[in-house]
């Protein structure tokens, strides 16, 4: 793996870590001021269905569509006929999104029926999630606007100051909630206005980081052309396929709302699966299309498989361990970022319930966000889109049939069958198009870190069991901190030399991530 890309990936997923830390705080300050209630369920409802619109018009659909294109014609037409696609692709963004949006809010005391149907028998509860929702919804337009000009960045590897900006919706809604929830009689409605607040903020920081780079774009009337009608085939299967894999998720708030408080747990545990995957999934999708784009284009189909099966294995590398440790420590850290104020140990323990099986759900999403550019630069977003079918089909089916025997804990179950169906499916169809092919090497690794993270469970098992219990007993928060923090130095003593010893993780590549 080159070193610039790789200090691509560690610039992004540092500045994405530090927004998840904010996200946790947020959490952790709501969580202690209002607990699990009527509140949080329909605050985080509605910012659930706004972080699926983003996941949909913004982020994956914008990146899947737009940076193959846009890198194209940067490549063989030069800077000007880049500028002309954006600018016409910002027009009609934006027009089809405030129309969205517009129809969203009218129609929510309609909608919000079949968004959180568990909540009918509640009319209260229900209007206050209607009131909530149609609040937040002003994020989603500022947001597809935020996640085009951060796609037009990551095109050109500006990708410190679209990170950056990235943080600005979370640093609103933390002050709001330190400031204002508290003394609010709707806190539900002062966090979604938050939200939208901080939407703007974003927007408004990346128009002038676009400005600087030298491509600042002009508001006008779009025009219709082969290269906007290119990205328009690009963008229809690519919204259907990102609004698969997101309902994917919100599949599970749907069930949940028929169990009380479930919708909470489900949100706070997918806080802690979500914190590792996010880290490492922006990183691969902001840094790894651009790159595969460059080299696709440039005939380098060699360097390209390559470059796939090294990040393929570095990110097998860095969430498996991941995945045994926070199903291992599920309790620990539910209890660490989450127990105090209103939240009790009943919720904890269900929360980790959770958290314990949806963690093996990281590897697969993660490896899914490095095959995905396979098909992307070579501008194929139809694939993606029948593989995400498949497994929303999996994942509404099996979750449906699993909680009606064993309860909530069936939707976590789904949800990781689902995500390593995906990955099986795509990797079947690249390599029967012969854009995939993982050699021996890679395979080696692969065994390499799978022993290693199995040395490095039982080592943590083993001490949680025998050691653990000696060193508690120095206040209630010290030991929280002490039942994670002791347990994961355990980890990374022992997963780091037996991968390197093994062969799993790359030496070469450890001086450099050290030094970033």
Avoid at 5 to 16: D, E
Wanted: glycine share 8%; with cysteine.
């Amino acid at each position: 793996m080159a070193h610039s890309l790789l200090r691509s990936f560690v610039t992004v997923g540092s500045l994405t870590g530090s927004s998840r830390v904010l996200g946790f705080i947020r959490d952790v300050v709501i969580a202690s001021t209002l607990g699990v209630s009527g509140a949080t369920d329909a605050f985080y409802a509605a910012f659930r269905f706004t972080t699926l619109f983003r996941s949909v018009i913004g982020e994956g659909s914008l990146n899947a569509a737009f940076v193959p294109i846009f890198g194209r014609l940067l490549i063989d037409r030069g800077k000007d006929s880049a500028v002309a696609l954006a600018e016409d692709a910002q027009g009609y963004l934006s027009a089809a999104t405030l129309v969205l949006v517009a129809v969203l809010i009218a129609t929510m005391p309609w909608l919000i029926q079949f968004l959180t149907p568990g909540f009918r028998s509640d009319p209260q509860q229900l209007a206050l999630t209607c009131v909530t929702l149609q609040v937040a919804l002003v994020y989603v337009f500022f947001m597809s606007l935020s996640a085009f000009r951060t796609a037009m960045l990551n095109s050109l590897q500006r990708f410190f100051l679209a990170g950056a900006a990235a943080l600005a919706p979370n640093l609103v809604i933390v002050a709001s909630a330190l400031l204002l929830v508290g003394q609010a009689q709707a806190p539900s409605l002062v966090l979604a206005g938050a939200l939208s607040l901080g939407g703007v903020v974003q927007f408004g920081l990346l128009m002038l980081g676009t400005r600087a780079a030298g491509y600042g774009l002009r508001l006008r009337r779009p025009r219709r052309g082969p290269d906007v009608a290119r990205f328009g085939k690009l963008l229809a299967p690519v919204l259907v396929w990102g609004l698969i894999i997101q309902t994917n998720v919100f599949v599970g708030t749907i069930l949940g709302s028929f169990f009380d408080g479930a919708v909470t747990y489900l949100y706070y545990a997918e806080r802690i699966w979500q914190l590792p995957t996010s880290i490492l999934v922006s990183s691969v999708a902001a840094v790894f299309l651009p790159h595969m784009v460059r080299e696709l284009k440039s005939g380098n189909e060699a360097a390209a498989l390559v470059t796939q099966n090294e990040v393929l294995t570095a990110i097998f590398a860095a969430t498996l361990p991941c995945s045994v440790l926070i199903s291992l420590l599920a309790d620990p850290l539910v209890r660490l970022f989450f127990l105090r104020g209103s939240f009790t140990l009943a919720d904890a323990a269900a929360t980790a319930d959770v958290v314990r099986i949806v963690a093996w759900a990281i590897p697969a999403v993660a490896m899914t966000t490095v095959l995905r550019p396979g098909f992307l630069a070579r501008e194929d977003t139809v694939t993606p889109m029948k593989v995400a079918l498949v497994s929303l089909i999996m994942n509404a089916g099996l979750a449906t049939l699993l909680v009606n025997v064993i309860g909530i804990i069936g939707i976590p179950i789904a949800i990781v069958v689902s995500m390593w169906v995906n990955v099986v499916l795509s990797v079947t169809a690249l390599a029967m198009r012969r854009h995939y092919r993982m050699d021996r090497a890679t395979a080696r690794r692969f065994c390499a870190v799978t022993a290693a993270a199995l040395c490095m469970g039982s080592a943590v098992f083993g001490f949680e069991r025998l050691f653990a219990p000696l060193l508690l007993g120095w206040g209630p928060f010290v030991d929280r901190c002490a039942e994670v923090v002791l347990p994961g130095l355990v980890a990374l003593v022992v997963y780091l030399p037996v991968a390197l010893l093994l062969g799993g993780i790359d030496r070469r590549l450890l001086p450099s991530v050290l030094r970033r």
